[in-house]
């Protein structure tokens, strides 16, 4: 039961973060394109990644609170997702593969880093 209060704690943190990660970049920028979003799924899988690498030195408890909870609120996916189409909708069809390549491909670079890192900050 501590468990799963642990995961909604970390997950109505890491939401509240990422809305308001997302209303600071969004804010800064003329042209709507969801640079917000792809910046929290990009850090969010960084962050994952090292709480991976910390894994055994953190224990079950805090890697699923930060892991389950913390990052999966805080990333969304599927919002970028919902960007693409509606990007590509307005005909912006360049917009729409770049948040969907670059969300991918930077996100796998960000979960290897953080992986890396965190199995060094472990051992």
């Given at each position: 039961m501590i468990a799963v209060l642990a995961v909604a704690v970390g997950g109505a943190v890491g939401a509240a973060l990422r809305h308001l990660t997302d209303r600071a970049v969004s804010a800064?920028?003329?042209r709507?394109?969801?640079l917000g979003t792809v910046l929290v799924n990009v850090l969010g899988s960084f962050v994952l990644g090292v709480v991976?690498?910390?894994g055994m030195v953190l224990g079950?408890?805090?890697t699923v609170a930060l892991g389950t909870g913390l990052c999966g609120g805080?990333?969304?996916f599927s919002t970028a997702m919902v960007d693409a189409v509606r990007l590509a909708?307005?005909?912006r069809g360049a917009?729409?593969?770049a948040v969907v390549l670059g969300t991918l491909l930077w996100a796998l670079l960000a979960v290897a880093a953080g992986i890396t890192l965190g199995t060094r900050w472990a051992a």
């Open positions: 800064r920028q003329e709507p394109f969801p991976s690498g910390l079950p408890e805090w805080f990333t969304t909708r307005e005909r917009a729409a593969l």
